[in-house]
């Protein structure tokens, strides 16, 4: 009786151990898909990242505060609808205070901030001289407008030109004609916002896509550090031209390899100089920003890339910059190619994702076969995920079967225990008598 009754006792434990297994593995079901939110955005997409589960409720209420920034900021901050408020800004002749959201507001603010320290290469009030070039919303892009009209629109052009207030917020013009283009600051900002509404939450991994503008913190879903890639410079995406690691950071790229035209031999880039008046000439073709936030790396690769990759390296070091040039090797007669680049990054960018060489040109750097390698798609993700969930799931079972296996063995000494005990006794009272003996 006593066997049989530990024998029960032992299946007893091996179906709780069951049932543990299965409530662990259904829990780890629903934390297998990493929480992500992607769609249209601003002309372009986004993609959000969670590198932590969230229930159902706060899944959905993420998605609508992520879709309302975005809406909000495009509202605000866009030129290609008439009822923004930097169309309204843009279309008044008044010269006296127009009020305006606080987010504009501060976003003005920045960028005339940066305009400043950029030594003007950075400079929101572009907009007619981009709309003269035919890469506005208006569009009649491909061909070179006459000097004369790009002299005259130039006196429309300057930060000095617009003033603005915090406190009520509102923006002024001194000249009627001026307008404002806020394309090179208003998705670093949208990201920005992004970010702040999920920390809000109490998320504290995640990975922020907007176009070429990414931010990041923490770890990704499956513990490891967000990778990110800077692509290849080509018309066509053909890969990464380097994949690193942010941390707890920001990336923008600015780059004109897919938004130009031709005439008479010579490409005419959408990125404008706007102290000529006329798109930048020199070899880089993209130049990418880490910094602390979304829209001050967003504001500085626009005014590193009109710049250049000589001048705004230098500037990137007497500022701290984290600055990536790719740049189109010069082939024979000094042509440059569209398809063989070299790198040329700041000496914080080196410091930050190199172990060595702080030089101007850092031939040296230019990414080997492995830091080229494209980041994990969501499918190989995922399934790095489920794999080390399973891991998990083995784990958990041997533990619970071993403790099961141990309570049974413990159950069975505690029934069987007394009776050996006694038939010990037993035998040595009355020990066997000798052969031989009387």
Not at 74 to 99: I, K
Not at 149 to 169: K, N, T
Not at 305 to 324: C, F, K
Not at 382 to 401: D, K, P
Request: with cysteine; glycine share 8%; hydrophobic share 40%.
């Amino acid at each position: 009786m006593n066997r049989i009754a530990a024998l029960r006792r032992l299946i007893y434990f091996f179906c709780l151990a069951a049932t543990l297994f299965a409530v662990a593995t259904s829990s780890s079901n629903a934390a297998v898909e990493e929480p992500t939110f992607a769609g249209p955005a601003q002309g372009t997409t986004y993609r959000v990242r969670l590198g932590e589960p969230l229930d159902v409720p706060a899944l959905s209420a993420v998605r609508g505060e992520i879709d309302a920034i975005l809406a909000g900021v495009d509202r605000q901050m866009s030129r290609y609808h008439s009822d923004t408020e930097v169309s309204q800004f843009n279309r008044s002749r008044s010269t006296d205070w127009l009020a305006v959201s606080p987010d504009l507001a501060a976003v003005v603010r920045a960028a005339i901030a940066i305009h400043d320290r950029s030594g003007g290469t950075f400079d929101i009030t572009v907009a007619p001289l981009v709309d003269l070039w035919g890469f506005g919303p208006r569009g009649g892009m491909g061909h070179v407008p006459p000097a004369d009209e790009i002299a005259r629109v130039r006196h429309s052009v300057g930060s000095e030109l617009i003033a603005v207030r915090v406190d009520p917020p509102a923006l002024r013009k001194t000249r009627p004609e001026v307008a404002l283009d806020l394309n090179g600051i208003a998705p670093g900002f949208a990201v920005d916002r992004i970010a702040r509404a999920l920390e809000r939450r109490g998320v504290t991994n995640y990975l922020i896509r907007l176009d070429g503008h990414i931010r990041a913190r923490g770890h990704a879903f499956d513990g490891r550090p967000w990778r990110v890639g800077i692509d290849r410079p080509t018309e066509i995406p053909s890969g990464v031209q380097l994949a690193l690691e942010p941390g707890d950071a920001a990336l923008s790229t600015s780059g004109d390899y897919r938004h130009y035209f031709l005439q008479d031999g010579h490409r005419y880039s959408h990125i404008i100089d706007p102290r000529t008046g006329r798109p930048i000439a020199h070899a880089a073709t993209s130049v990418s920003i880490v910094a602390g936030d979304c829209l001050t790396a967003d504001a500085w690769a626009k005014a590193l890339m009109v710049l250049g990759p000589i001048d705004g390296v230098r500037l990137a070091n007497e500022r701290g910059i984290a600055a990536y040039y790719v740049v189109r090797r010069a082939g024979e007669g000094g042509e440059t190619r569209e398809t063989d680049f070299r790198a040329i990054a700041s000496r914080e960018f080196a410091r930050r994702f190199f172990s060595a060489g702080l030089g101007l040109d850092h031939d040296a750097l230019r990414p080997t076969a492995t830091e080229a390698v494209e980041p994990p798609t969501a499918n190989q993700e995922r399934l790095a995920g489920a794999i080390h969930i399973a891991s998990l799931r083995w784990t958990t079972l041997a533990i619970v079967v071993a403790f099961a296996i141990a309570a049974a063995l413990v159950a069975w000494r505690r029934r069987s225990g007394p009776a050996a005990s006694a038939t010990e006794s037993r035998c040595t009272a009355s020990p066997k008598r000798k052969r031989g003996s009387h």
